[in-house]
């Protein structure tokens, strides 16, 4: 077992796929039982290189459904025990960390984020429910290798982000480089390393030379243009008023990575919008002819 193994739990962005409350043309797929389409949980991903002991990053509203159904995730020892032992968060957002709250019942574990992120956390009294005498909140300064779980190392860098939705206070600067929005680089000591990038405004310069080179990169899926929530009428938001870069187009995330060397891409934090999500759809085959894989919940990769 000594690789750098991935399980992605939730595959999709803010609101899962099928959204509760949508019947935009991609949902309404799902509700009418289009057989090219299969539910999507809300982002986030567990990694792990013994097998035994797992990171989660990011903790989603649907951890529960997640560990259900995932038996590497489930506890092994009475009376209480959890194989997660750390969870990494990339930001403050809702689909990130609301999982925390069902995850409450006096389970040791360390919550790893920077230290605007703990603040946003620390601020809302609710999150308190983490009894602080068991779970250890551990601020991570950027750039810096710290120990994840087991011997993977993990380094987070900031990416062009904003605060979260509920922080917004009239305009947000969109795309700052801050502790608001990061991407983690995990590696293990025998060399496999991974970056995950659930959001991101746009692709600096500088962001592709940092991935270049890796096994795997987990890069922010969630619209496939810019315009696509309000073409489809569920929305007066552009996905860059959302802090997310769009996969199509000369300014998207497909053309901004087609020269960087990468072992695997696949896009993840997909919204229930993007066309994508429909198997044989043309945007799903562009972006599979483009190198480019669409997670889906339960996708391993042991790299
Ligand atoms: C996002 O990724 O933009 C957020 O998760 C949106 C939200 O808060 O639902
Ligand atoms: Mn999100």
């Not at 000594?2 to 099928?18: E, I, K, N």
């Not at 007066?236 to 187009?249: A, L, V």
Request: glycine share 10%.
């Amino acid at each position: 077992m000594g690789r750098l193994h991935v399980l992605v739990l939730g595959s999709a962005a803010g609101g899962g796929y099928p959204q509760w409350n949508c019947r935009g043309p991609i949902s309404s797929l799902f509700w009418d039982g289009d057989p090219r389409v299969e539910e999507r949980t809300q982002s986030s991903i567990a990694v792990s290189h013994d097998g035994e002991t797992w990171a989660l990053l990011n903790c989603s509203p649907d951890i529960r459904q997640q560990i259900l159904r995932t038996p590497r995730l489930q506890p092994r020892r009475a009376p209480r025990h959890s194989p997660i032992a750390s969870i990494l968060l990339t930001n403050g957002d809702i689909d990130h960390v609301a999982g925390l709250l069902s995850l409450r019942e006096r389970q040791a574990f360390r919550l790893l984020a920077t230290p605007a992120v703990l603040e946003v956390l620390q601020a809302n009294r609710i999150f308190e429910a983490l009894a602080p005498d068991l779970v250890a909140r551990c601020p991570v300064a950027l750039n810096e290798s710290i120990p994840l779980v087991g011997d993977l190392v993990a380094e987070i860098f900031p990416v062009p982000g904003k605060v979260p939705l509920y922080m917004e206070e009239g305009e947000p600067e969109i795309g700052a480089e801050s502790e608001s929005t990061v991407g983690v680089r995990i590696a293990a000591p025998d060399g496999p390393q991974l970056f995950y990038i659930p959001g991101c405004a746009h692709v600096p310069e500088a962001l592709k030379q940092r991935v270049g080179g890796a096994d795997l990169l987990l890069f922010d899926g969630t619209l496939w243009q810019d315009d696509e929530m309000i073409q489809a009428g569920v929305g007066q938001k552009t996905g860059h008023r959302m802090g997310h870069i769009s996969m199509s187009g000369q300014d998207g995330s497909i053309a901004a990575f087609r020269d960087v060397p990468l072992g695997r891409r696949v896009f993840i934090h997909i919204n229930n919008t993007n066309p994508v999500l429909v198997q044989g759809s043309p945007e799903r085959r562009a972006a599979e002819e483009a190198g480019w894989e669409i997670a889906y919940d339960g996708l391993e990769i042991a790299l």
